[in-house]
Structure formats: C-alpha cells, structure tokens
C-alpha cells in the first residue's frame, strides 16, 4: 500500500448561477479590481492508502460520486499524487 | 396513521410540524434518525432546519444517513413522504425526488410570505385545493433555488411532477414573483408514489392562531 492524496475539485457546471461568485465579484470590485469574472470550486484534499495510483483515483472518485458533488449541479475532478 | 417526523441535529422544524399535525388531530410523532424509522410508521415528514449545519451542501449529509435507506424504501412500498425546506434538500439530495436546491439568487437567507399556485391538485397533498388554486405561505431558506437539467425538466413538466409554483396573489407565474430564482419558479416536485418536496413551510400556516392556513391542506395529505 501507498500513501496517496487525492484532490477532489467540486465546481457549478457551466451555466449554474453562482450567487455566491457573484457577490464576491462585487466586492472585488468595490476594492478596485477590474475582472471579467470570477468562478468558485470546493477543493478536498483526501489522504489514503492504495495499491496503486489508479485505485486511489477510483475511490477518490468515488467519493465524489457519491457525496462531495451533485451531478445535478456539478461537475468535478480528481487528481492524484503519492503523499510526501 | 402515524407520521414519523425524523429528527436529525440541526432540525429546528420538527415540534413546530408535531403542533401542525396535533392541530389537525393527524398521529404524529417526532423520531431520532439514530433509532431508525418506527415500525407503525405510516407517512414520513421530513422537517426544516440546518441539518448538519449546511455542512457540504444543505440536506447532503442528512440524505445519506441509515434512516434514509428505510424511508427510501417505506417510500417505495408508497408511504406518503413530504420533504419541507431543508426536508426538501434532503429528499432532493437522497434521490427521493429530481433536482437539487442551492444557493438563492439573491446570495441571501430570505424569511417571507409568498404565493404558490397548485400546479397539480391530483395529490395528497395537493387535493384539498383546485388546480390553478392560488395559496400563500411562508418561506425561510437560503438555499431555494431549484435547480434541473433541461431534459429532466422537459420530464418533469411532461409528467405533471411540478406541485407548486412561486405566483403573484393573482396566480401568474412571474420572474418578479420568483422569490429565490427557481428554474420555471419551481417550488415543490413530486416524486416517486406518494413522494413530495418543497421549499415553503406549511406546518407555519396551519395553526390559526399564527396567521394564514393554506398550508392545512397539504399537511392533511397525510390524513
């Protein structure tokens, strides 16, 4: 078994309004900033062991599948590196 | 008939739907998810709160405890479920109906009087009213907005699965009168059997001494 972190980005689909980006956007702006626009994601950093990348990947997405996103809302990705 | 209110930590709905179903003279009792759902359980309401805090996503982490399992299944056999608020996150998130209820677009918890029209009076929780019916009663979330993909909306509409509406007093369905930004103004869905979810609070206009009762009728499809 290896030490394995997965990363789990959990993002609206494209399309979804993100009120909550929005309203960051607004005050980024009230500071100053010029932007054209500006997305949010959840990031989860989860730490496993596996016994090989690809089956780290697999429980990782996994996890995705079944709680840290909603396929109805969201898309997602994962990547996977050996932990240090 | 025994309605089993579940209980999880962060409810804070469920004594006020236990006094909405006294009042109605409707069995009800308030059930622990820990204990799992009681045996003489004949309709289940899922009550309104902040069920693990929001954590995640509201009704994310409720929709996958052990208790679900037994009410998906009791909903499968065709017990009467009724999802409200975060009731409805959680039966949107566990499957149990289509859709997904996220952020208002206004980015705030917004507590206020709306009007519903009944889109489908073929229900119990609808048949106490006609179709097109107009009905007010109270919201209070900040996180509405319902969400579907286009074809599982074209499905929805298709099958007569959209129970309510956000209207106008004089039943159009407006974007001036979409509180939260709800695709087509949705506010509740009906799934599977006897399965319905929705975002305004009918156990808060049931008892006539806190004001409007139009939600009497719905809480009567568990009679």
Known sequence: MTAYTATVTVRLKRGVLDPEAETTKRSLERLGFELDALRSADRFEVDLDADSEDAAAERADEMAERLLANPTIHDYEVEVEQAE | MTVSIIRFG?????????????????????????????????????????????????????????????????????????????????????????????????????????????????????????????????????????????????????????????????????????????TENVAGVLGKGNVAVMMPHPERATLPDIGGTDGQGMLEGFA
């Open chain 2, 10 to 182: 962060g409810s804070n709905c469920d004594r006020d739907a236990a006094r909405a179903f006294e009042h109605l003279g409707i069995d009800a009792e308030i059930v622990w998810h820990e204990d799992g759902l009681p045996a003489d359980t004949n309709g289940v309401l899922l009550p309104g709160g902040f069920s693990y805090g929001d954590y995640l996503r509201a009704g994310a982490m409720a929709a996958r405890t052990p208790i679900m399992n037994d009410v998906r299944e009791a909903a499968e056999g065709g017990t009467p479920v009724l999802g409200v608020c975060n009731g409805a996150q959680i039966g949107c998130e566990s499957g149990l109906t289509e859709g997904a209820f996220t952020t208002n677009a206004s980015a705030r918890f917004q507590c206020e009087p709306v009007h519903l029209r009944v889109e489908n009076a073929d229900t119990p929780w609808t048949a106490a009213f006609e179709e097109g019916e107009v009905l007010e009663v109270p919201i209070a979330h900040g996180e509405g907005r319902f969400e579907i993909g286009a074809e599982r909306l074209a499905e929805l509409n298709s099958e007569d699965r959209v129970l309510f509406r956000y209207c106008d007093a004089e039943g159009n369905v407006t974007d001036d009168a979409n509180p939260n930004g709800s």
